[in-house]
């Protein structure tokens, strides 16, 4: 499908738990609509990777599948929604994850709708992936990515070529994410339960929660997503 790029597609926001699609996804609608894909999971690995004063906080908070703080989170995405690339909108992976976050992003998002500057003015469309929770496990436990690229595979549902390499950039080994280990999974779908799903309640409350069934597969996920967001815009 072409790319479409005229227009301001506002925020988008994918809810879901670990291992929804909410990556896989945000790829294809950056692809898409040519907006960038603002995940709060990949900037903190970034952040850990470089040994920031923010990776140094959050790296045991994630290594134990717990969610890092809401103040270090939500300054982190102030800085990055305000780049130039976010104009036309964005696509938020992973963000808000507590209700506090939502609060805080829908200040945000108030004070935009005043500013005549910004072409997206608008609340976000919020998308929530529905998936059975042995596929969730399927899908973690399988999943590897390049190091070079981003491209996310899965040993059992997509795998690559060739084993263990990435298809397109230059057969890069893939890796396995710290916080994929069998241990940590466990706490990570436990924060998402206590945590985030009231997120997902506060946004069906307001009207604004579209849910998808996130088990289907990836290119049906994709096609209902698209049909949203030209809903939206139509
Ligand atoms: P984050 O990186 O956001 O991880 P997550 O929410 O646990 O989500 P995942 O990245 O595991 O899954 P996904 O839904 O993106 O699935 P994917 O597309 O990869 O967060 C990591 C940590 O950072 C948190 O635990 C926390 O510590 C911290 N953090 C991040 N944001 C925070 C915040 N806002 N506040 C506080 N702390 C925060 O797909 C998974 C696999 O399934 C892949 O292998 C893929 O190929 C496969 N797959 C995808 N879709 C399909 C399909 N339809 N059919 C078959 N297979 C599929």
């Known amino acids: 499908m072409a790319q479409e790029t005229s227009r301001a597609v506002g925020p988008v926001v994918l809810l879901g738990?670990?291992?929804a699609g909410k990556g896989t996804q945000a790829k294809r609608i950056m692809e898409r609509y040519g907006i960038p894909q603002v995940s709060t999971g990949d900037l903190l690995r970034?952040?850990?990777?470089?040994g920031t004063e923010l990776g140094q906080a959050a790296k045991a908070v994630m290594a134990r599948?717990?969610?890092v703080s809401d103040d270090l989170v939500c300054t982190m995405v102030r800085e990055r929604l305000i780049q130039p690339d976010c104009k036309r909108g964005y696509i938020l992976d992973g963000f808000p994850r507590t209700a506090a976050q939502a609060g805080w992003l829908d200040a945000l998002l108030e004070a935009e709708l005043f500013d005549n500057s910004r072409p997206t003015r608008a609340w976000p469309i919020?998308?929530?992936l529905d998936v059975d929770y042995n596929q969730l496990l399927l899908r973690i436990?399988?999943?590897r990515s390049c190091p070079?690229?981003?491209r996310i595979y899965n040993v059992h549902l997509q795998p690559p070529r060739v084993d263990e390499l990435c298809d397109e950039a230059h057969a890069t080994k893939l890796v396995t994410r710290n916080d994929d280990r069998l241990e940590v999974i466990q706490p990570r779908l436990v924060a998402y339960e206590e945590q985030t799903r009231p997120v997902a309640d506060y946004y069906q409350r307001t009207g604004r929660l579209i849910s998808v069934?996130?088990?289907l597969p990836m290119d049906e996920v994709t096609a209902l997503i698209?049909?949203?967001l030209e809903d939206h815009h139509a």
Not at 46 to 50: G, H, T
Request: with cysteine; proline share 8%; glycine share 20%.
């Open 17 to 19: 738990p670990p291992g």
């Open 148 to 150: 070079t690229c981003g």
């Open 126 to 128: 919020v998308v929530r």
């Open 213 to 215: 069934n996130g088990d």
């Open 65 to 67: 599948g717990e969610l």
């Open 226 to 228: 698209f049909r949203i």
């Open 46 to 50: 970034e952040n850990v990777a470089l």
């Open 141 to 143: 436990t399988g999943r």
